[in-house]
């Protein structure tokens, strides 16, 4: 039982940094950012690479972190920058940067799966009759860090509260004086960079492949949704309350239908409470 | 005296349809000038080339000498023009010292900028800084919104119906506000309202705008006698 549901929060933490950065897009920029996918798979990816080059695996680590938010901001600066003012095209051109980025990884790397070694490999967390491996314990402290991190940089400091105007009400916040594109940057590399943060927290847990995020960018998206678009803090208990569920789910009645748990929950807040658990853009629901 | 802001045969076309056509004026510190004119006939278009959030066809806005039409909205807050919407738009759960706080730091010459404190006292927001935007009242939360073009420390202010919805004594608040933010702070303040009970009294002068063009100019008072504004748009009374 309490194996269960800590193998819920660690799936709930994961969850809760893809989305993150997915709603943090979303609500400055309402873009739907399929790429995210892509930029994990890079990150994660460029992990794998400076460390099989010999470099400690905290650079190497930081190395991805990094080319996420890089990835990132180029697919702001290069692609949705330019459909800003046409936002229905925006999910077309993030599934074609998705196709991008995943073939920029199949043609760098190829298809095979690649694992990635960390030096908390082989470390197990006993407590009472709960074990948590190594790399699942490294996930959900990098996830409390990096959301904590995100949660001052919101409230804290006048570019983050500059964020959340915009993903109020863009107009007001240019009335304002804010800078428009450098707060789209701003989310992009924020997004980045928990997708880094995802990639290197994830990957070994798993192994890397282009095709590695896209089912954990499905149950992103869901949380998204569960969590009321653009809300931040619903991304993040929209992402515990769907790795806990499928965490159960898979225990208790089928691992086969984990993701269709997660499905059930999105459903069933859809036809309860519309707008998410916790909508913050009331302009959005038109 | 030399004019703050000079609009110079500014152009809009949207297609074939030109929505403010060959429009020009000139505004001094302090001045109000009311906006008028029939729906349609271009006076949002012409706030939002002055705000910065269309691009001019053709022609300049100058502020003290220097072009700032055409080059996005944040740099023409920059610049020193602000302005409030015909909507209340103001951050929901925030207080209005915080969105005062966020507006005087994207400003560059924050020394030129009245205290939050003035800000309030000029406005009748005495008191009502800690509260949430929210809880206000409708007549407050519009007041709110100048307050948060006034912390970006403008010289040219424009207030696109700031009047809507408000009743009788509500208006006149607002225009006592108004009035006495041009003369405090010598900013240059262009209002659109379609009430003339609030606007006539408040305004140095008046620019009437139909189908795009300047169908008049003068005082207030010049402006009601005048025979095609009355037949275009006040009526007879």
């Not at chain 1, 994660?44 to 996420?68: D, E, H, K």
């Not at chain 1, 936002?87 to 940067?97: D, E, R, S």
């Not at chain 2, 349809?17 to 000139?26: I, K, Q």
Request: glycine share 12%.
């Amino acid at each position: 039982m309490t194996q269960v549901l800590v193998d819920g929060i660690f799936l709930g933490c994961l969850f809760a940094v893809v989305a993150v950065g997915l709603t943090l897009v979303y609500g400055v920029m309402e873009v739907p950012n399929f790429a995210h996918a892509g930029i994990i798979v890079l990150a994660a990816y460029t992990t794998w690479s400076v460390s099989q080059a010999g470099a400690p695996f905290v650079l190497a680590a930081l190395a991805g972190i990094a080319c996420g938010g890089a990835v990132s901001v180029l697919t702001e600066v290069l692609a949705y920058r330019w459909i800003i003012e046409r936002p229905a095209a925006a999910p077309a051109v993030a599934l074609g940067l998705l196709l991008i980025l995943q073939n920029v990884a199949l043609r760098l790397y190829g298809g095979a799966g690649r694992s990635l070694d960390t030096p908390y490999d082989t470390v197990l967390l006993r407590f009472g009759g709960v074990t948590l491996p190594g790399v699942k314990a490294a996930l959900i402290v990098l996830a409390v860090a990096s959301l904590g991190a995100l949660h001052l940089l919101l409230t804290r400091t006048s570019l983050g509260r500059a964020m959340r105007a915009v993903a109020q009400d863009r107009e007001a916040a240019g009335m304002l004086g804010i800078p428009m594109r450098r707060q789209y940057m701003l989310a992009f590399l924020i997004a980045g960079l928990l997708g880094g943060v995802a990639a290197i927290a994830y990957a070994p847990t798993f192994q890397i492949s282009p095709y590695m995020a896209d089912e954990v960018l499905l149950s992103a998206f869901v949380v998204v949704v569960l969590g009321g678009l653009g809300s931040v803090w619903g991304a993040v208990t929209g992402g515990l309350l769907l790795g806990i569920v499928q965490g159960f789910g898979a225990a208790y009645v089928s691992s086969a239908y984990q993701s269709a748990f997660g499905l059930l929950v999105l459903v069933l807040i859809l036809v309860l409470r519309p707008d998410g658990l916790r909508s913050t853009n009331a302009r959005r629901v038109a | 005296m030399t004019a703050l802001l000079t609009v110079d045969r500014v152009v809009k076309r949207y297609g074939g349809l030109a929505a403010v056509d060959g429009v020009s004026f000139t505004l001094g510190a302090g001045d109000v000038l009311g906006l008028i004119g029939p729906n349609g006939s271009g006076k949002t278009t012409l706030l939002g080339i002055l705000a910065g959030t269309h691009d001019p066809t053709s022609g300049t806005v100058t502020l003290d000498g220097r072009v700032c039409s055409g080059r996005g909205a944040h740099r023409a807050v920059h610049a020193g023009i602000a302005r409030t919407f015909q909507t209340t738009r103001l951050f929901g759960g925030w207080t209005l010292r915080e969105a005062l706080r966020l507006a005087r730091r994207e400003n560059r010459r924050p020394a030129d900028v009245a205290s939050d404190e003035r800000i309030a006292a000029l406005l009748a927001l005495d008191g009502l800084l800690d509260r949430p935007c929210t809880s206000l009242t409708s007549a407050a939360q519009r007041l709110a919104m100048i307050a948060l073009a006034l912390a970006t420390g403008p010289r040219v202010l424009l207030l696109d119906e700031p009047a809507v919805g408000m009743d009788t004594a509500e208006s006149a608040a607002l225009a006592r506000a108004v009035r006495d933010v041009a003369d405090d702070l010598g900013v240059a303040v262009v209002v659109v309202d379609h009430n003339m009970h609030f606007l006539m009294p408040l305004a140095d002068s008046v620019l009437v705008m139909a189908s795009g063009t300047v169908l008049a100019t003068g005082t207030p008072a010049q402006i009601r006698a005048d025979e095609a504004v009355i037949a275009s748009y006040l009526g007879e009374t």
